[in-house]
């Protein structure tokens, strides 16, 4: 049981430079999300997925695309690059609340993206 | 208008002394749902405790602790018998579930330092 998994852990781009980031869980989650987490600041909710087929912006979606690609995994599209998408970025994944059940969000261990 | 407030920048607790981290928040929802994650510096994110909005009583995970005050709208995390090892970053965030989704938001973050 990997928990949720990201891939690459580190990436440099150029300016104008397309990339996908990978995402996947074994947990039978249905929610998946991700974030960025910018210096001093907490994480901010890019994109995220309620369940496989469906995907909705989060509060910074401006340069990002997303594909539910199936339960297990989430990728994030940067299609041109730019500088102020230089971030780390998680991926996330929890199962939807029931009422009265315990919850979490796990988390995968971070892309960091440094963009030139 | 920011949903999550954490007021402490950073703070500095004695080994083996109890902390407790300020959380709060703003809601017009009933149902929602409350986490504290630990970030050490290694970067990943580790979930510590949850508290359902509707759970009367207030979470406790071994050392860890949720004050909550929902009249209040807080939700402080008490963590006792401090060790060096909690030094990290410390997020509060809020689940809010909407029509079909659950959306997280986070705070800024505490700074924790621990001191032998």
């Known amino acids: 049981n990997a928990g949720v998994t990201q891939t690459p852990k580190f990436q440099v781009l150029k300016t104008g430079q397309s990339m996908t980031l990978q995402c996947a869980q074994d947990?039978?989650?249905?929610?998946m999300y991700w974030y960025r987490q910018d210096p001093g600041m907490g994480l901010r909710l890019i994109y995220y997925?309620?369940?496989?087929?469906?995907?909705d912006k989060g509060e910074v979606p401006n340069g990002y695309n997303v594909s539910r690609l199936n339960k297990r995994e989430f990728s994030l599209r940067l299609e041109s690059a730019a500088p102020s998408q230089t971030s780390v970025y998680f991926c996330?994944?929890?199962?939807?609340?029931?009422?009265?059940?315990?919850?979490?969000?796990?988390f995968g261990p971070g892309t960091r993206l440094l963009v030139l | 208008a920011q949903k999550i407030t954490q007021t402490q920048p950073g703070m500095f607790v004695q080994e083996k002394e109890a902390v407790t981290l300020d959380c709060t928040y703003d809601t017009s929802d009933q149902s929602y749902g409350l986490f504290w994650y630990k970030q050490p510096s290694s970067g990943e994110m580790i979930f510590l405790i949850y508290q359902g909005s509707y759970d009367e009583q207030n979470a406790t995970e071994g050392r860890y602790s949720l004050n909550f005050q929902k009249a209040r709208k807080s939700a402080n995390l008490v963590i006792s018998a401090s060790q060096l090892g909690d030094s990290a970053m410390y997020f509060c965030a809020m689940r809010e579930r909407k029509t079909s989704y659950d959306k997280v938001i986070f705070g800024p973050g505490t700074s924790l330092s621990v001191i032998p």
């Open positions: 997925s309620a369940s496989e087929g469906t995907t």
């Open positions: 996330a994944s929890s199962e939807r609340l029931v009422r009265g059940y315990q919850e979490t969000q796990y």
């Open positions: 947990m039978n989650h249905n929610s």
